[in-house]
Each structure stands twice: as structure tokens, then as C-alpha cells.
């Protein structure tokens, strides 16, 4: 019995913790302007969900973990014009190999980085910490895989991402 309520107290915690991350990036993606499509507690299947504003809020099946995910995280949903027409062409040129580079214009800095191709659709990438620190500006990301109830269309695709934020004249660490 005290090995169940150990793994029962462990979860709630680990869920906690993880509930708490996710809200931090969602604050601070709000503070700074940053569109939040979707914050989720859980992962797997939405078990309950809804829609206020522009962010979808999601309770899903397995109690642990947890996501938010921004506007532009996937490479698709920057609208046209509003990454520089010289970095759209750089992209362009690198998207079917593994990148990542910066891209300065009119006090912007934009960080990107490509996963290359992939054979199907489906995937995403999760940016695990960018910030800055006195040294540089620290920049993390994942590729994420279609999950296995996922339905993907067998098409090429491109999953890349871009940051933009004001230009720092600090090094970026890709991590």
C-alpha cells in the first residue's frame, strides 16, 4: 500500500511542478506579446477542452506533463511578411537540411532553426528555454514526431522555427 500512495503523491507533485512550468512560459508569453495557441495539462488525448480569446485551454488523459505552444512554433504560421524577405529566401534555400542561424534586421534578431525533411507531416517543435543571460542568448528546441494516433498525410515536410525578438548584441548558444 505504501508503494501505491508513494507512486499516487509522486505524480501529483511531478504534475505540479511541470503545471507550474508551462504557466510560467504561458505568463511570460503573454507579458511579452507572444500569441499562445494552446496550454495543456496532461498529455495524450483532450479529455476536456475550450476555447477563450485566442488560446485553447486542454485537460488530457495521462496526468503528467504538460505544453504550451506558441504562434510560429511549427514554421508555418508566420504570415507572409513578417519575417525579412532576405531571411525567408535563406530559409527557402536551407529548408530541406538540419540548420540553425541567426538573422539581424532593423533591430530585430531572429533566431531559426530546421529540422530538415521529414517524410510526413505531423510534426512540431517545442522550444524547451530560450533566454538571455549575461554571457549569451541560450536557445533550446525539440523536434516533436506525430504521436501514434496522429494521422499524417505521407508528404514531405519542413518543420523549422523562427524567434524574433530585439537585437542583443550577445552570441546565441543553439542547445
Known amino acids: 500500500m ?3 500512495v508513494s507512486i499516487i503523491l509522486f505524480v501529483i507533485i511531478f504534475s505540479i511542478i511541470v503545471i507550474a512550468h508551462e504557466f510560467g512560459h504561458f505568463i511570460l508569453a503573454k507579458a511579452n506579446g ?3 495557441l ?3 495539462i496532461g498529455m495524450g488525448p483532450a479529455v476536456f477542452s475550450f476555447t477563450k480569446g485566442e488560446t485553447k485551454y486542454s485537460l488530457k488523459l495521462l496526468p503528467f506533463g504538460g505544453a504550451c505552444m ?4 511549427d ?7 513578417k519575417a525579412p524577405e532576405g531571411l525567408q529566401t535563406i530559409l527557402e534555400e536551407k529548408r530541406k537540411g538540419e540548420f540553425k542561424l541567426t538573422y539581424e534586421e532593423e533591430g530585430q534578431l531572429y533566431l531559426c532553426i530546421g529540422y530538415g525533411e ?5 510534426y512540431s ?3 524547451n528555454e530560450l533566454y538571455l543571460s549575461e554571457n549569451a542568448i541560450y536557445f533550446d ?14 508528404v514531405l515536410s519542413y518543420p523549422c522555427l523562427v524567434a524574433r525578438t530585439e537585437y542583443v548584441d550577445k552570441p546565441v548558444v543553439f542547445q
Open 75 to 81: 514554421g508555418m504560421n508566420m504570415e507572409e511578411g
Open 34 to 36: 507572444i500569441r499562445v
Open 141 to 154: 528546441t525539440s523536434l516533436i514526431g506525430p504521436s501514434k494516433e496522429e494521422q499524417v498525410a505521407e
Open 70 to 73: 506558441f504562434d510560429g512554433e
Open 2 to 4: 505504501n508503494v501505491l
Open 38 to 40: 494552446e496550454f495543456a
Open 118 to 122: 521529414q517524410k510526413t507531416s505531423g
Open 125 to 127: 517543435i517545442a522550444v
